[in-house]
T-cell receptor
Framework: SQQGEEDPQALSIQEGENATMNCSYKTSINNLQWYRQNSGRGLVHLILIRSNEREKHSGRLRVTLDTSKKSSSLLITASRAADTASYFCATATGANSKLTFGKGITLSVRP | DAGVIQSPRHEVTEMGQEVTLRCKPISGHNSLFWYRQTMMRGLELLIYFNNNVPIDDSGMPEDRFSAKMPNASFSTLKIQPSEPRDSAVYFC???????????FGSGTRLTVV
């Protein structure tokens, strides 16, 4: 079963605009992670936010976590055509921090 | 480090044949994971190992699937006999234990005809 569910399923924006992607989950987590997957490639880890953190930044990425609402958002600022990819939210749960992925968001950035 | 290395990149096999997928994790990582990705079901965790020991294989679809990790630098996922519904991309990933991200390999695209 899917622990994390991303929203929207697909997003199309113009280069230079910001992209916001959301993730909701059901059970308590140890941490939440975002990954990117380019077509035909493996997943690439972008950023991890722990359950006791509320916001984290990495370059053009900003992640927020609201444990009371069981939700997270990923903001990509000043998007580029190279940001075109699928983005996955993943939640780490349990003693071994098993990672469960959502079905992903397809982001298209138009040049 | 060359990252997580999977082989083969592509595999086409006939129904009923045995398939073996291979993975070399990043040196020093003590956790290894096998995932399967399909359009219908997304990314599914099949099995994971900590320090070469299988911890959770509840995602392995059925007895036709088996995985081993004989040492810290090598793991295999075997399907015997293979069926068309096993067609998918199989990913191996490794990480350090704790609050760390996973490093994924490039995957093996398996087609069973």
């Amino acid at each position: 079963s899917q622990q994390g569910e991303e929203d929207p399923q697909a997003l199309s924006i113009q280069e230079g605009e910001n992209a916001t992607m959301n993730c909701s989950y059901k059970t308590s987590i140890n941490n939440l992670q975002w990954y990117r997957q380019n077509s035909g490639r493996g997943l690439v880890h972008l950023i991890l936010i722990r359950s006791n953190e509320r916001e984290k930044h990495s370059g053009r990425l900003r992640v927020t976590l609201d444990t009371s609402k069981k939700s997270s958002s990923l903001l990509i600022t000043a998007s580029r055509a190279a940001d075109t990819a699928s983005y996955f939210c993943a939640t780490a749960t349990g003693a071994n921090s098993k990672l469960t992925f959502g079905k992903g968001i397809t982001l298209s950035v138009r040049p | 480090d060359a990252g997580v290395i999977q082989s083969p990149r592509h595999e086409v096999t006939e129904m009923g044949q045995e398939v073996t997928l291979r993975c070399k994790p990043i040196s020093g990582h003590n956790s290894l994971f096998w995932y399967r990705q399909t359009m219908m079901r997304g990314l599914e965790l099949l099995i994971y190992f900590n320090n070469n020991v299988p911890i959770d294989d509840s995602g392995m679809p059925e007895d036709r699937f088996s995985a081993k990790m004989p040492n810290a630098s090598f793991s295999t996922l075997k399907i015997q006999p293979s069926e068309p519904r096993d067609s998918a991309v199989y990913f191996c990933a490794s990480s350090l234990a704790g609050d760390y991200g996973y490093t994924f390999g490039s995957g093996t695209r398996l087609t069973v005809v």
